[in-house]
């Protein structure tokens, strides 16, 4: 179907077009609403554990713990895996940071790795290249919610008995070979930010099968105070728990995930379609055994044809488009510095714009960005 046909060009238009919100409606009122009626609005209710059955069904997993957000779910995914000082893990460099200062919580030290070239998830070829006696984790991360190779990544660790954990903050109901994302790893997390494929305002989740990981996981996240005996702690551990109101945002916006995931979709290909022949534009690529979430549409803006990423930004701005820089890679931030270049993650991080994704966003307003990134990139 073309573009111009599946356009609907009479659908409303805002004057500032935000780059991600959030889908919020009546049902989420009600739900909040009920839950704060209920007098349950901390992190003992209904609605917590209704939320968590409900992610590790549709990740596939036995088990959810709730957090208070996605970074907190990461530091207790490598707390419970029993990663410490002195261990190096694996990430990849183009990321969100909370994946590598997560790493930095358990005081083991992140070792980066090169992004695919073609969909931009962390490389098994490189992450191979970087194993050390001392590695004991990967973290494999759904970049703007298109699956890592998590196969390649699991061979690579049972051949040298590494934990992966799934960083799919950006993924929630992306598909890699037919399974969801999320439970691909030993442990899995999932970030439930304002702008995430659903929002508990802030929040997160640990995704886990293993019976004794999921209690440690639970201990660690309530002070670890023995659940058999009251105000014994027999080690150090951490306030990490949701609360019942977001829980019930959380349980609305769950039952509203499919549709959220239809349009993201959507949204991607009508980019994809009406960008596809301007010169020096690429979008991510999907891989043929992902189904991405396309948590957000990001293209590269190859500097070579005239245009570079700043001016589209410009142009956009001027147009009254919001967008965002790809993360800048994790290896060149000052304090995380790490010596040699990763050209991948690099280019990526240069040259990346995140365009306007949210669920929310009409047929007009998706016409109006394709219209002016495409009038940026033709300037040039
Ligand atoms: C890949 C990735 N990991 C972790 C996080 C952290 O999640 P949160 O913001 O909920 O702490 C985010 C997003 O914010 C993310 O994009």
Known sequence: MSVAKRLDPESERRDFIPVAEPSLGEREVELVTDAVRSGWVSSIGAYVTAFEAELASRCGVDHAVATSN???????ALAVAGIGPGDEVIVPSLTFVATAAAVRYVG??????????SH????????????TPRTRAIVAVDLYGHPADMDALGELAAGHDLVVVEDAAEALGAVYRGRPAGGLGRLGVLSFYGNKLITTGEGGALLVDDPALLARARLLRDHAMDPDRRYWHGEIGFNYRITNMQAALGVA????LDEFLRRKREIAAVYRAGLQDVPGVTLQSEADWAKSSWWMTTLRIDAA????????AAQLRADGVDSRPAFVPIHLLPHLRQDGSLPVAEAVGREGLSLPSST????????HVIGSVRRAVTRG
């Open 70 to 76: 996605g970074t907190t779910a990461l530091h207790l």
């Open 108 to 117: 083991a030290s992140p070792v980066f790795a090169e992004s695919d070239p």
């Open 120 to 131: 931009w998830c962390i490389d098994p070829e490189d992450v191979a290249r970087r194993i």
């Open 253 to 256: 916006q769950l039952e509203r």
């Open 305 to 312: 044809h005239g245009v570079d990423r700043e001016e589209v």
């Open 360 to 367: 929310s966003l009409t047929d007009a307003e998706l016409e």
